[in-house]
């Protein structure tokens, strides 16, 4: 089995201070086998932010697989917008836009959908989806499969397909021929598992799980959160753990299980 938490929507710049240690400890206490965070590391894509940012990341256990998202550009510098949009991210995060985390039970991969002549949307392009495509498909059946972005494949209600990752059909496509089993995401501030039934394909579902936001202040309608899935080649359990201020700490307040089937990942 593996233990995977799942972080977004950080914020640096806009976050809520009291959940920040009390996070760093549910983490570590965890023990996660893997760290995965999905982008808006930051607020305004600024030095101090980044900084601040790497701090927090060098507290939480390793390896960690980190993307960034449309927040971690810079949107009131054109120049650097323009010419250098990741360049910050890069220096003081990770230099890799496309990380990678292999063992011997998954196969981790994240992919870069921020665009710099995009405000908020976001999107995968075709080499992204081929090179995913290509390594996935190395590992048969043998590992479980996951991709980390941070605009989604998949929407709570009240949401329409404007808000989903850019090319995601064309993108699913490839998807379910390799057999992906997970996509984690963020962006929406709000925690969500769903599936991969609006792409309307044959034998394949696919688990869709997002973060709501970890430590920022920019809730919407929800308490800091963050995910952890314990995962088997058969089986999934996702546990949200939701910042509980009258004990400042984060505890489980939903957990829900899943399973593989022969059309794919179906509840239990």
């Known amino acids: 089995m593996r233990t995977i938490v799942h972080l977004s929507d950080l914020h640096f710049g806009r976050i809520h201070p009291p959940t920040v240690e009390p996070l760093i400890r549910a983490?570590?206490?965890?023990?996660?086998?893997?760290?995965?965070?999905?982008?808006?590391?930051?607020?305004?894509?600024?030095?101090?932010?980044?900084k601040e940012a790497r701090a927090f990341l060098d507290a939480l256990p390793t390896p960690q697989i980190v993307v960034p998202g449309n927040h971690d550009v810079s949107l009131y510098n054109p120049v650097i917008r323009l010419t250098r949009p990741l360049d910050r991210f890069q220096r003081y995060i990770t230099r890799e836009l496309a990380p990678v985390h292999i063992d011997e039970e998954m196969a981790v991969l994240g992919v870069n959908t921020t665009r710099r002549l995009v405000k908020k949307g976001g999107r995968v392009n075709r080499e992204q989806i081929a090179g995913m495509y290509e390594r996935f498909c190395e590992f048969g059946d043998k590992k479980i499969k996951i991709v980390v972005t941070h605009h989604p494949f998949d929407l709570p209600r009240g949401f329409t397909e404007g808000?989903?990752?850019g090319r995601a059909r064309m993108a699913m496509k490839h998807f379910a021929s390799c057999g992906v089993d997970v996509f984690l995401a963020g962006h929406l501030h709000l925690s969500h598992a769903g599936d991969t039934a609006r792409y309307e394909i044959d034998g394949y579902s696919a688990l869709v799980i997002q973060a709501g936001t970890a430590i920022s202040s920019r809730g919407r309608g929800e308490l800091n959160s963050f995910n952890v899935l314990r995962a088997t080649p058969s089986s999934i359990t996702l546990e949200i753990l939701t910042w509980q201020p009258e004990c400042g700490n984060f505890a489980v307040s939903e957990t829900r299980d899943f399973q593989r089937s022969p059309r794919g990942w179906i509840p239990r």
């Open 27 to 50: 983490v570590r206490q965890i023990k996660p086998h893997l760290v995965a965070i999905s982008g808006d590391l930051t607020q305004r894509a600024k030095v101090e932010q980044f």
């Open 163 to 165: 808000d989903l990752v």
